[in-house]
C-alpha cells in the first residue's frame, strides 16, 4: 500500500513539473512575441522613446479634439454621447411638474445641470497633461496592444479622483452663477409641495460631478478609436508608426 502511495505521488510530482514547465514556456514564448511585434515593423525599427510619444500624442488629441468641446455652450446639453439626464430620484420629479404645466421649468432645470458640467471641463486639461507626462513605456506598451479603451482606463485610472476633486467644487460654484441652485430648489419645493408624494433631497453636486467625469472619459474613447480603427484618424507619421503595430 505504502508503495502505491509513493508511486501516484511520484507521478503527481511530475505532472505538476511538466506543467509548470508547460507554463514557463507559453509565458517565455508570449514574451518573445510581444517584444517581436513592439520592436519591429515592417519598414524598419521602432524605438520605445517613439512608442511612448505615439501614445501620449494620442492622449492629447483626445483632450485636444474631443475634451475640449465639452467646456464650450451646450458642449454637454447638445452631445448626444454626454448628455447628462436627470437621476432616477428626479426624473418622477421631472414628469410631475410636466404633468402641471411647468414644462418649461423643468426644460431649464436639465439644461442648467449640463451648463455646470461645461463650465468645470475646462479645469481637466492640466491633470490629463500631468497624468500624461507620468506615463512609463511599460504603461505605453501596455496600452498599445491592449483593448480599444486602453488609453481611456489608464486616464481614467490615473486622474479619476484628481478629476472629482477639482470639478466638484467648481460644479458647486457654477450652479450659482448659472442659476441652478435658484432653478432646483423652485422646482424640488414645488414638486414637494404636492400633495402625497414622496420628499426629496438629491445631491445634484455629487452626481453632476460623476456625471461630467463619465462624459470626458466618454470623448476621449471616442478618440481612441477612431485612431486605433481608421489610418485616417492617424494625423502624424509617428501615430501611423506607432499604431501599425497594433494593426499585427
Known amino acids: 500500500m505504502d508503495m502505491i502511495l509513493k508511486q501516484e ?3 503527481n510530482t511530475i ?22 511585434v513592439v ?5 524598419g525599427m521602432i524605438t520605445n522613446d517613439q512608442i511612448g510619444n505615439g501614445l501620449k500624442e494620442a492622449l492629447n488629441n483626445g483632450i485636444t479634439n474631443q475634451v475640449s468641446k465639452l467646456a464650450v455652450e451646450d458642449g454637454f446639453f447638445k452631445n448626444e454621447l454626454t448628455r447628462i439626464l436627470l437621476p432616477e430620484e428626479l426624473q418622477k420629479v421631472d414628469n410631475t411638474l410636466r404633468k402641471i404645466g411647468l414644462s418649461k421649468l423643468a426644460d431649464e432645470g436639465l439644461k442648467v445641470l ?13 491633470i490629463f497633461v500631468d497624468a500624461i507626462k507620468g506615463m512609463s513605456f511599460s504603461d505605453a506598451k501596455n496600452i498599445l496592444l491592449g483593448e480599444n479603451n ?3 482606463m489608464y486616464l481614467q485610472n490615473t486622474t479619476s479622483d484628481a478629476l472629482y476633486q477639482k470639478f466638484n467644487p467648481i460644479i458647486a460654484n457654477s450652479f450659482q452663477k448659472v442659476g ?5 430648489s423652485d422646482l424640488i419645493t414645488k414638486y414637494n409641495n404636492i400633495p402625497l408624494v414622496n420628499k426629496v433631497n438629491p445631491d ?5 460631478t460623476e456625471e461630467a467625469l463619465k462624459g470626458v472619459f466618454t470623448m476621449v474613447a471616442v478618440e481612441e478609436n477612431d485612431i486605433r480603427t481608421k489610418i485616417s484618424s492617424r494625423t502624424s507619421d509617428l501615430l501611423k508608426k506607432v499604431f501599425a503595430l497594433q494593426d499585427k
Open 15 to 36: 505532472k505538476m513539473k511538466k506543467l509548470l514547465l508547460l507554463i514557463v514556456v507559453f509565458q517565455l514564448s508570449a514574451c518573445a512575441e510581444l517584444q517581436q
Open 39 to 43: 520592436n519591429q515593423l515592417p519598414n
Open 204 to 208: 445634484l453636486t455629487n452626481y453632476v
Open 180 to 184: 441652478a441652485d435658484k432653478i432646483w
Open 114 to 126: 449640463n451648463r455646470a458640467a461645461e463650465d468645470a471641463v475646462g479645469e481637466a486639461t492640466p
Open 9 to 11: 505521488n511520484l507521478n
Open 150 to 152: 486602453a488609453a481611456t
